[in-house]
Structure formats: structure tokens, C-alpha cells
């Protein structure tokens, strides 16, 4: 039977539609919400409500932002002749994580996926083009490691060579802390096949 | 740097403090927030209004729940002469997802712990020992397996016994599909000890 009320379920039914969240953490959340003071759940509400009417895309490097341009692209502090090309906005922020980059980026928002029909005019490949007839001294292609990474950063170099612009991939290998044994045997080969002298 | 910007950022600000979700899956909930059409986040940030607005607690049985009476406290489907008490919204949710159960509840929103200075009196226990006072035949323990749920089962018990009426607890013993091996000894010692003829 339901064990809970019109506006909880309603609020469960929400919660549980977002990636990730299933029925259990769903109603964990909403029971946790509920029992907000009311002006947390409001922020909460409201700060939904903004960034769903405020977000859209950069125009240099269409990552997801409230301004024209996002402040990675605003920023004096960046190399804009360097573009970091990654498939989503969580690429983005998990190589901001790392703190190792300072150039720019370029979203593609997807990667080339020819099963699912997905080609380079379904992602921002033609807005990548045009800025690359900009001043562009390096182009680091950060798709990832899966068949439709790949394909993406496959064409993007080929795309890319005869521009004369340098064109980079990150480096594929064994994950830091890892133990030799439990690495996979694709990832293996590549490390073994990328091997640095020391 | 921050890389995203302002209403990006409120937004997994307020993602991150709901329990149980980090700053990364509040970023990637975040991204997919503000892709959606409009009318599913709006519908998202009315439900958490409204149930933040209308939410209380059950009169009877002091689970979370909008309409004065909870459904399963209103049911006629359910008997009200046995009485399952449990710590916690969650603690219900989850019993009531088992479907072995057809009583009632009492939700003590929260546990005996001396140690934080939560007594008695700072759970829902004087509206248990009220609702005794009807007609009931049966009060299940189902408190957690914790220190505190164990003290606050002890002292419900001991509370109850004078008035005969029968008392018990869910069983502890080896979970469904576990190898013996992986059981703790606590739990083996308790299954030992709560073992039943065949």
C-alpha cells in the first residue's frame, strides 16, 4: 500500500526521476527535506527554479553557464591557446579538480555515437572547427576512454592535422595506487605500449 | 578556480548538503537539473515547496505525512491492535516495502542515546505510552541493532511489561544469502542463541 502522503509521493516521484537516485534514496531525501527548516527547502526550491531558467551555454567553449561567457573563458589567468576538448560539463569539473590544467575548454556536450545515430553535427564539433581558426597553439582531445571517446577523438585528429595545430591526447595507463593484478588487461596493454623511460 | 558560475554554483551548493551526496554527485545532479526541460524542474522545485509547506507529523502514529492521519493509521485494511515501533520515516519505509506486515506503527523519530543527551522525553515515546492505553494486543520492537536502539528497546520493554500487554522484537539472526563466513561474530553468537528446532 502507500505508506505515504500525496505531497511526499509526489516529492519521491520527482527525486527518484534524477540520475542516480532510486526509489530508496529518493524517499531517504525526501523525508530529509521535509524535515528542512523551511528556509533551507526553500533555497533549495529556489536556487532548482533559477538555475533552470538562468543556464544555458557558454558561447566560447559551451560548457553550461548562467553568463555568455563562463568564467574559465572570462578568466585573464587562462591560456586561450590551449583547448582541452572533453565530451560533458563533469569532464570539465573533474579536470578543474585535478587542478593540473590552466588552458581552456571546449564541451562537445556528447561524443560521436554512430549506433545511436549520433554524429559530429548532433555535438558542438562545427562551433570546435570555428574556433580553431582562431590563435590555437595546442589542441588536447580529453574524450573518454570509451568506443564513441575514441571515434570522437579519432576524427577530431584527423579533422584537426592538417591545420598544422597540434593535437594532444591524454595519456591512457595504469590509475595511481592501482595494484598490477587487478588492472584490466586493456589497460595493461596500453600502459605497457605508452612506457616512459625512467 | 570556481568553473562554474553563480546560480550553477547555489544550485550544487544546495545539492551537497542533502545528506548522503557528495560535491561531485551534487555537481552531476546539477548539470542534469538545469538541462531539463522547464516544466520537469519546476515540477521538481514545487514538490519540494509544497511538501516542505505541508508536511507534518501523523497524529497517531507520528510518521512524516501531510493529511493528519497517515494512510496506513486511516487504512481499515490494517490492524490497529498491534503496534510496530521503529525509529525512524526510513525504518517504516522499509518494513512496509517487505509487505510482511499489517499492523500499525509508532515512529519514535529518534533513539535513546545518553550519550547526545537524547532521553526519553526527546522521542515520541509519551505518545506510545499514551496510544497503550487503547486497545492494544501486541508491540513489536524494531528498533535498530545499535547501542541506542537497543537501549531505547530495553526501556520501552521494561515500560511495557507491568501493563500485559505482549511485548516482542524482530529476530536478529544471519541475513537472507549470507555465507556463515562473512557473518560477524556478534550476529553468529545471536543466531546461535536465537537458533530454532526444524
Known amino acids: 500500500m502507500k505508506y505515504y502522503s500525496d505531497c511526499l ?3 519521491v516521484t520527482q527525486l527518484s526521476m534524477l540520475p542516480g537516485i ?3 534514496t529518493a524517499e531517504r531525501l525526501a523525508y530529509y527535506i521535509v524535515k528542512l527548516p523551511k528556509e533551507r ?3 533549495l526550491a529556489d536556487a532548482i527554479r533559477d538555475a533552470s531558467a538562468n543556464v544555458s551555454y557558454c558561447k566560447m567553449c559551451y560548457c ?3 553568463t555568455d561567457t563562463c568564467p574559465i573563458c572570462a578568466s585573464k589567468n587562462r591560456n586561450h591557446r590551449v583547448i582541452m576538448v572533453v565530451e560533458t560539463d563533469d569532464d570539465l569539473a573533474q579536470m578543474e579538480r585535478s587542478g593540473a590544467y590552466d ?3 571546449h564541451v562537445l556536450q556528447g561524443a560521436i ?10 555535438i558542438r564539433m562545427k562551433e570546435l572547427i570555428t574556433r580553431l581558426r582562431g590563435e590555437v597553439d595546442e ?3 580529453a574524450t573518454s576512454a570509451s568506443m564513441e571517446g575514441e571515434t570522437t577523438a579519432t576524427y577530431i585528429s584527423r579533422l584537426i592535422k592538417p591545420t598544422g595545430i597540434k593535437v594532444t591526447q591524454l595519456a591512457y595507463g595504469i590509475p595511481m595506487g592501482a595494484d ?3 588492472v584490466d588487461s586493456a589497460t595493461l596493454e596500453r600502459a605497457f605500449r605508452n612506457r616512459g623511460s625512467m
Open 9 to 11: 509521493n509526489r516529492l
Open 22 to 24: 532510486g526509489q530508496k
Open 41 to 43: 527547502s526553500t533555497a
Open 64 to 66: 553550461t553557464s548562467d
Open 103 to 105: 588552458g581552456v575548454y
Open 113 to 122: 555515437d554512430l549506433m545511436k545515430g549520433i554524429g559530429p553535427n548532433d
Open 139 to 141: 589542441v588536447i582531445l
Open 180 to 182: 598490477i593484478q587487478t
